[in-house]
């Protein structure tokens, strides 16, 4: 069991200002859903919907629904199977959502509760005390309240003193809460800052919805950004971070306070998950790609020595392409790791759960990027160095 003894670094050791990653970490719900059994519960929400509607289908008054498929799921996206909270409600046909007990607010709250299970794993891998913790940062696209910040009652839960805020850029929020925690160190305002990125993306998707209900799954991952000067041995260097966004309604919900000012359309289905996915395959992809070239150069850093790509997991065919812009040839699954085939797209954490997985391999001096990318549109990179 590693030590959590106050290390007291910053008070005896000169800061430098250059960031790195200390360590990471990851909560994994118990609970997996395949595709057999969520396109079973599907089709039978489907052929129920169809018999209950059969006269208004016939008389052209209602659409009949389709049925989904196994098939096309896994060709279409990669995505085999997806960690749940709750599943049992999710392929319930009567239910198709996620039931989680509301807590008492003097609870801990479910997504402190996963986003902290994480936080206490980076601290344990880098031999970090709360104490020594300066910031905590809740980047996730899936808010489970407006405020109090998650990131505050997550600091509160682990000990931490100074500060937390809470920052949503949907896919991208890990990464840029990343480049806002590689910023504090290089302005000297903090030493030690935690970004935890719980995501219950159970609750947001619309599992009755064929062109969406395969994509998502829960998750919580941790990292943990610090002065290189209190780094723990084993530690990967920030080399430059880089972040971009553009608006774009192809990824969107309309979820917000706003919706009860408008109860006629508060329970619509764009209250929840709702993309274009087509034109967010073809637009994000040169976005993305073009990005990382571009901010590789400007760090003198040779895109195509990259060792690894810690990417997005959305799809699996959208990964395939920018990493062979970046790397100039097709990548194999060492270069360009995949963790949604058995994880789907847990939004903001999926770059950081391909990291934490395939990162232990690499040796000093291999350099590699984290990059995401999402609603907004939003992407981050992140371009490390395993230090010596
Ligand atoms: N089962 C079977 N068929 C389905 C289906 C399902 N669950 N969902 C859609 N289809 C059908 C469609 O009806 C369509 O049929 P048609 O050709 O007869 O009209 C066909 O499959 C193709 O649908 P389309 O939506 O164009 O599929 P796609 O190949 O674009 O794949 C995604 C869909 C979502 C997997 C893909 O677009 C994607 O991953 N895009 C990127 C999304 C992304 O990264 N989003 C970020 C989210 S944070």
């Not at 999710?90 to 994480?118: F, H, K, Q, Y």
């Not at 608006?247 to 929840?272: Q, V, Y």
Request: with cysteine; charged share 20%; net charge negative.
């Amino acid at each position: 069991m590693a030590s959590t003894a106050p290390t007291k670094a910053a008070t005896e050791i000169a800061l430098t200002g250059r960031p790195v990653i200390s360590a990471t970490g990851l909560f994994t719900p118990e609970e997996t859903i395949t595709n057999e059994e969520l396109v079973a519960s599907f089709n039978s929400f489907v052929d129920r919907h169809n018999a209950a509607n059969a006269d208004a289908i016939a008389a052209g008054e209602v659409e009949a629904l389709a049925h989904s498929s196994v098939e096309f799921i896994e060709k279409a996206s990669g995505i085999k199977a997806r960690h749940v909270m709750s599943k049992a409600p999710i392929l319930d046909p009567d239910t198709m959502c996620p039931r989680l007990d509301e807590r008492p607010n003097e609870e801990l709250s479910i997504m402190a509760e996963i986003g902290v299970i994480a936080a206490r794993q980076a601290l344990d891998r880098a031999e970090r005390a709360p104490e020594d913790v300066d910031a905590v940062l809740c980047a996730a696209s899936n808010m489970q309240r407006a405020y109090p910040a998650m990131a505050i009652e997550i600091q509160q839960a682990l000990g931490i003193e100074g500060f937390g805020f809470d920052m949503n850029v949907a896919c991208s929020s890990a990464t840029f809460g990343l480049q806002t925690a590689a910023d504090y160190i290089r302005a000297g305002n903090a030493k030690s800052v935690l970004v935890v990125s719980p995501e219950i993306t159970s609750g947001h998707l619309n599992w009755r919805d064929r062109d969406s209900h395969f994509i998502f799954g829960d998750v919580a991952t941790a990292v943990l950004v610090e002065d290189a000067a209190i780094a723990p041995r084993e530690h990967w260097d920030i080399l430059g971070t880089k972040l971009k966004t553009v608006f774009s309604n192809n990824i969107r919900n309309n979820f917000g306070f706003l919706n009860r000012a408008h109860p006629e359309t508060a329970g619509a289905p764009d209250k929840l998950f709702v993309q274009e996915g087509r034109k967010v395959f073809k637009e994000v992809v040169p976005m993305v790609a073009e990005m990382i070239l571009e901010e590789a150069e400007r760090l003198e850093i040779d895109a195509a020595g990259m060792r690894r790509l810690w990417l997005h997991q959305a799809n699996a065919g959208m990964n395939r392409l920018i990493a062979q812009r970046v790397l100039g040839h097709e990548a194999n699954a060492d270069e360009s790791p995949t963790v949604l085939d058995t994880y789907g797209n847990t939004s903001s954490a999926g770059s950081i759960i391909a990291f934490h997985l395939n990162s232990d391999d690499l040796v000093a001096g291999d350099t590699g990027l984290i990059c995401s990318f999402g609603a907004g549109y939003s992407a981050g990179a992140v371009f490390v160095r395993k230090a010596a």
